[in-house]
């Protein structure tokens, strides 16, 4: 019974930097793309809080008076 509770095992270091500096050997040819990556990811998480503002804005100014053209450009937008 006090098998069930004995703490994990710890395996390792937390971090190993030998280990990461192998990993980044690998890793450097695609340097552009992965910075690419984390920018892309960046600039979206921080546009998501735009589109419930435009889904507003689509409702309250196009569709409450009936604006389909004006109505479209907001669709392209979210």
Do not use: C, H, W
């Not at 280990?19 to 990556?37: D, T």
């Not at 435009?54 to 392209?76: E, F, P």
């Amino acid at each position: 019974m006090s098998d069930f509770f004995q703490d994990d095992e710890v395996l390792g270091k937390a971090y190993d930097s030998r280990l990461m500096k192998r990993l980044l050997k690998y890793v450097r040819p695609y340097q552009g793309y992965i910075i690419l990556a984390i920018f892309l990811n960046i600039v979206t998480a921080a546009l998501e809080p735009v589109r419930p503002y435009l889904t507003k804005v689509a409702v309250d100014n196009y569709i409450a008076i009936g604006d389909s053209k004006g109505l479209i450009s907001i669709i392209l937008l979210i």
